[in-house]
């Protein structure tokens, strides 16, 4: 018996960067720890957000977002002002669930797929441990569920629960950096998982600015073909990083969805050799013995790593990781996943302390290391070179930031289309890159001496005279 689920075939070719279908959430909430942060409608972050003034828990962008928001949330927040507080994400998710079920039945729409029953709860596969905390969640839910909304069966939000453990999609902020919520997509969960996927999937919030109603969008999924996907075709999208040996990423699927992935990738360990790979020096490698005592090392640095992160220790989870990469560049090569966690995150908490220079180098050699283990079209490789183009371009190198922020587009292009946030912030640097770049060709000390007057807003000097600008 096949393991994998139904499945969706496309009935015609489908070309590189092609929407293969979008899908607005059945229903979807913010995670917990964002609530204060987020908009509950678009899902940005908000640095100063409205508060919905009745349950004094949503948060919106503005009014805009919150009269969007508001058929989804009023049953919900006079839940929450009944009971005093929010429960816990999921309960909240199955609660919009069945409000939505109630008001519109299971099937919202001539495109949606299945109907929310038809999906897999895998609750007879869960371990024990597992369907406890369930079980918890359901007691949670009857303590919140409205007595004056329909009553509603044991089993059937028990299905639910199971349904969204093994079926929510992660929501991601507009910038794609961080996710902040969970929604159900009825059609999504059809499609099946590949390491290696022809699709991926991505976040489009949506748009409420417009004056004019009528060209509101709302918040949905786009699923996008990474390549040419051939009529008859199997459409399968990721649902693990990559980025973890074949044996670590079967664990997870099988842990989290249930299921023993047999994708080509997993079943001759393809790229493994890479992730796993040692410094090779004239022929010479290090002992068996030394590659697992740096790898316990990495391991133990890791974990304190996250801890001084967490407790925002910045300047500690750098000297961790400079010891750490020590120890590394000797043992592990260029691919490692051990090396290229430290260097990740080395990268990116220099780059928060802006010292740009010594993250530009991390992220650098974390880029040519992604860049011989992800395909070439995925999102995560398409981020992170815009990042480390970001970093390079504050660090003043701009002939580097250039080349990688116009390879960042390449790929976001594919996996996010031209509309999205992300793509067009890139367009904007790209253009600015560009420009940045001409001037640092034809006098790369005028250049520097203007970036450095931007950056320490000083009155820029050309042949000994101040420049007049204009604000």
């Not at 987020?38 to 640095?47: E, I, L, N």
């Not at 503005?62 to 929010?86: F, L, M, P, V, Y």
């Not at 069966?153 to 028990?158: H, K, L």
């Not at 399968?236 to 670590?248: C, G, W």
Request: a neutral charge.
């Amino acid at each position: 018996m096949n393991d994998k689920g139904r499945g969706l075939r496309v009935t015609k070719e489908i070309s590189t960067g092609d929407v293969v279908f979008a899908e607005a959430s059945f229903a979807a909430v913010v995670f917990d720890s964002l609530s204060l942060q987020v908009c509950h409608s678009c899902f940005r972050r908000q640095a100063n957000p409205h508060r919905c003034a009745q349950c004094k828990f949503a948060y919106y962008c503005d009014r805009t977002c919150q009269r969007a928001a508001w058929d989804e949330h009023k049953q919900e927040c006079s839940a929450i002002k009944n009971i005093g507080k929010a429960p816990n994400e999921n309960v909240r998710l199955v609660a919009r669930i069945l409000w939505r079920i109630q008001k519109d039945t299971g099937l919202v729409s001539d495109a949606q797929l299945t109907t929310l029953d038809l999906l897999e709860d895998h609750l007879s596969k869960m371990s024990p441990e597992d369907l406890k905390e369930l079980k918890v969640d359901v007691q949670h839910f009857y303590n919140y569920w409205p007595k004056k909304s329909k009553p509603v069966g044991e089993d059937y939000v028990s299905h639910l629960f199971g349904v969204i453990n093994c079926n929510g999609f992660t929501l991601s902020d507009q910038r794609g950096f961080q996710a902040v919520g969970v929604g159900l997509f009825p059609n999504l969960c059809l499609v099946n998982h590949d390491c290696w996927p022809n699709c991926t999937v991505i976040l489009n919030p949506g748009n409420q600015a417009a004056l004019d109603a009528s060209f509101h969008s709302k918040r949905r999924i786009e699923l996008r073909a990474l390549g040419k996907i051939s009529e008859g075709e199997e459409l399968t999208v990721s649902y693990v990083d990559f980025l973890n040996v074949s044996k670590e990423r079967q664990r997870l699927l099988k842990q989290q969805y249930y299921f023993d992935c047999k994708c080509e990738h997993c079943s001759s360990g393809m790229k493994d050799d890479l992730m796993t790979a040692v410094r090779d020096t004239d022929g010479h490698k290090p002992s068996a013995d030394v590659v697992k005592a740096v790898t316990d090392f990495s391991l133990q640095a890791l974990v304190k790593i996250e801890e001084a992160r967490t407790g925002g220790n910045f300047h500690e989870v750098v000297k961790i990781c400079r010891e750490c990469l020590e120890k590394q560049d000797p043992v592990f090569g260029d691919t490692s996943l051990h090396l290229l966690r430290v260097l990740s995150t080395a990268s990116e908490v220099l780059s928060f302390l802006q010292q740009f220079t010594e993250a530009a180098g991390y992220a650098k050699r974390m880029v040519d290391g992604y860049t011989k283990l992800y395909h070439p079209n995925n999102a995560q490789l398409g981020m992170a070179i815009m990042r480390a183009g970001v970093t390079h371009w504050h660090a003043g190198l701009i002939e580097a930031a250039h080349g990688l922020i116009c390879s960042a587009y390449a790929v976001l292009i594919i996996t996010h289309g031209a509309h999205h946030p992300i793509t067009k912030d890139l367009e904007v640097m790209r253009t600015q890159t560009e420009m940045e770049l001409c001037l640092f060709k034809q006098n790369e000390r005028v250049y520097r001496s203007m970036r450095e007057a931007v950056l320490s807003d000083k009155p820029m000097m050309l042949a000994g005279e101040q420049i007049k600008t204009t604000s």
